[in-house]
Nanobody, 125 residues
Framework: QVQLVESGGGLVQPGGSLRLSCAAS????????IGWFRQAPGKEREGVSW????????FYSDSVKGRFTVSRDNAKNTVYLQMNSLKPEDTAVYYC??????????????????WGQGTQVTVSS
């Protein structure tokens, strides 16, 4: 079965850290660029981080730059999102998505071939 599965979400205090995982099954993730997106209640889905398949170049939205780090381990068929210095405004459901495009689209859309089911991240004291 072809799917992406996110894990690692949870409840964390402001200033804390979480590491999200995006594991692929049924296909080889190393051919795909990956985008991490999040959606808070009542808001549109927004992109936060991207990593290419070709050279592992990474990109971040201004809201998470300097705090989040995306990486990939093709041997494990998994992409990670390390989130540090978390803020209450980071609270959202986080999704990973895979695309065969060389340059992953910044917007969530049909250019992504696969989506995970999402994992909840809640930042609260």
């Amino acid at each position: 079965q072809v799917q992406l599965v996110e894990s690692g979400g949870g409840l964390v205090q402001p200033g804390g850290s979480l590491r999200l995982s995006c594991a692929a099954s049924g296909f080889a993730l190393d051919y795909y660029a990956i985008g991490w997106f999040r959606q808070a209640p009542g808001k549109e889905r927004e992109g936060v981080s991207w990593i290419t398949s070709s050279d592992g170049s990474t990109f971040y939205s201004d809201s998470v730059k300097g705090r989040f780090t995306v990486s990939r381990d093709n041997a494990k068929n998994t992409v990670y999102l390390q989130m540090n210095s978390l803020k209450p405004e980071d609270t959202a459901v986080y999704y990973c998505a895979a695309t065969l495009l060389v340059h992953p689209p910044l917007e969530a859309g049909d250019e992504y071939d696969y989506w995970g089911q999402g994992t909840q991240v809640t930042v609260s004291s």
